[in-house]
């Protein structure tokens, strides 16, 4: 494996922006990775008792129990702005050794691409301890209206510590952080002889965390090893109305049901990158930078075929010259020609070129990623370098984020992969990359190679990356509709249809169950809430 200065990268385009996944579609079976992970542990805060541990129940409970005579809690009625109180919070955790140990053990050279995951809880109707669900009045389901309490929830990433053999403390719950994994509704079957209803959710931040994970613990750094991913799952809107029976609360089966298809699961999704080189049709090029040497060594850029520019002959690399200036920032464009497979090194806006060599047809679209590497060896040198934007094969720009390498003298070989964004299966490609590089030495320190002339002390290297072709090729599969969250119009649409909208002046006959639940919800207190 590799040591890797950052172990999640992120790029912006137009393509991607403003969706909340990447998926959703059928994929193919070429490069595409898939695991399925069963949560290890789980439990849920209980604001009627913080003494009770829900360690080892069968369930999962989120939401929130109002007390009415609490004066902390919102007031009967009000406008859906009100803010929830998460009292049900419910804490799953996957560890996701199982997943980092095949990729160590099968893949040992390989870089992590593009990851898409899917959570998948199953909602259920049976929780003993759900007030909604152990109305004697109604044994084979709830009472009406028969649809779920909570419209929205939001999964958080768990920094504090909680485990399944204590309760968890409501008014000291494990700590979080505030970005958003994933949203949505929640639904429920509402035939009770069919109980059970799959709720799958997935999203950019998910996937995102999930990568930080894996990447963290694939790097040759122990020191940021933790296979374990840890959430929060919280209510943000919600139907209340408990005075009479009707709570804001939901439950999940948890990993403790003996019914393997019932506990919470990651399906994750994910594509593996090597070293052009080292793939049978992958572009074989790399491009270098570095301190010039002596005589027929004293070139400064290059682009060459295979892995070592000192050990190939003339055919093979291309050079040019170029004069440093210390610590200067110099504009380099890498382009790879689709047309040709041409693979052209410019630095400083075209000033020197390294032209073509005469390689292999490299195939720019399998240009997937990048590793980049940096190497000082001079007294006070640095050496680095930064890629700020390739262009993919459609002519789209897409700015890099933090993709850099910088050496100093004594740090030896610093290195750092990006994988370019986009959809599983999807083959961007690349034919321009463009970045600065920058060398600086101190006094006595010369840049150029003194000693050894087929070796230089400062350099960086410019490498592609493309995917590998999963031997054990999935069947083509369609990834599962993820929940939406449920829009304030809609949530208006559902009073309205069980005709307890806050608008709605008419009053219904109190002459059955029916109308004294409408009548109980519109006149005494239903609560719409949300979080903000």
């Known amino acids: 494996m590799r040591t890797l200065i950052s172990s999640l990268k992120v790029a912006t385009s137009s393509f991607i ?16 990775f898939q695991s399925t992970v069963i949560a290890g542990a789980d439990n849920y805060s209980d604001p009627t008792n913080t003494n ?15 007390d009415p005579n609490d004066p902390n809690n919102p007031p009967f009625g009000g406008p859906p702005t009100l803010p929830v109180i998460p009292e049900e919070v419910g804490y799953i955790n996957w560890n996701l050794s199982s997943i980092i140990n095949d990729i160590k053990n099968n893949y040992p050279n390989s870089f992590l691409g593009n990851v898409d995951a899917v959570v998948t809880l199953v909602h259920t109707k049976t929780d003993p301890n759900n007030p909604n669900d152990n109305d004697p009045m109604f044994p084979d389901g709830r009472n009406f209206p028969d649809v779920p309490r909570i419209d929205n929830i939001n999964a958080y990433q768990v920094t504090g510590s909680w485990n399944e053999n204590n309760g968890i403390n409501t008014n000291n719950r494990p700590g979080r952080n505030n970005l958003i994994l994933f949203d949505g509704n929640i639904e429920a079957n509402p035939d009770a002889d069919q109980d059970n209803q799959e709720n799958n959710y997935g999203g950019i ?18 020191s940021n090893d933790n296979p374990n991913l840890s959430i929060a799952l919280e209510a943000t809107e919600i139907f209340e109305a408990s005075d009479f029976g009707f709570y804001a609360l939901e439950s999940f089966f948890s990993q403790n049901q003996s019914v393997e298809a019932l506990k919470p699961k990651i399906t994750i999704n994910y594509e593996l990158l ?17 301190g010039g040497g002596k005589g027929n060594q004293n070139w400064e850029l290059g682009v060459f075929s295979g892995e070592n520019p000192t050990t190939i002959n003339s055919s093979q690399l291309k050079q040019a010259q170029w004069v440093w200036k210390n610590d ?7 382009t790879c020609d689709p047309n040709t497979g041409g ?20 195939p720019c679209d399998k240009v997937d990623g990048l590793k980049i590497f940096s190497r000082a060896r001079t007294n006070g040198a640095e050496m680095e370098i930064i890629v700020d934007e ?5 002519d789209n720009a897409i700015s890099v984020s933090d993709l850099s390498a910088l050496a100093q003298e004594g740090s030896g070989l610093v290195e750092d ?59 083509p599969q369609s990834i599962p509709q993820l929940n939406d969250p449920t829009s304030l119009e809609e949530r208006q649409q559902r009073l309205e249809v069980l005709s307890f909208s806050p608008n709605s002046q008419s009053v219904p006959e109190p002459g059955s169950v029916v109308g004294l639940f409408l009548l109980a919800t519109t006149s005494a207190g239903f609560r719409l809430l949300g979080k903000k």
């Open 17 to 32: 922006l403003g969706l909340t996944v990447f998926n959703i579609k059928p994929v193919s079976a070429q490069t595409l």
């Open 52 to 66: 009770i541990n829900h360690g080892m129940s069968d369930f999962i409970q989120v939401g929130s129990r109002y």
């Open 205 to 222: 931040g998910f996937n995102q965390v999930l990568k930080s994970i894996l990447s963290m613990n694939l790097d040759d750094d122990p």
């Open 274 to 290: 090597e070293e052009g080189s080292g793939n049978n049709g992958g572009p074989n090029f790399r491009a270098t930078t570095r």
């Open 328 to 334: 200067e920032l110099v504009d380099f464009k890498l």
């Open 343 to 362: 693979v052209t090194l410019t630095l400083s806006n075209g000033q020197t070129t390294a032209t073509t060599p005469a390689l292999m047809n490299n």
């Open 390 to 394: 390739f262009v993919d094969l459609n």
């Open 417 to 475: 992969y990006f994988a370019f964004p986009g959809e599983l299966e999807e083959q961007l490609g690349t034919k321009e990359v463009r970045g600065t590089v920058r060398m600086k030495w101190g006094p006595g320190g010369a840049p150029q190679i003194l000693n050894n002339p087929s070796e230089s002390l400062n350099q960086s290297f410019v490498i592609p990356l493309t995917r590998i072709l999963n031997p054990n090729s999935l069947a």
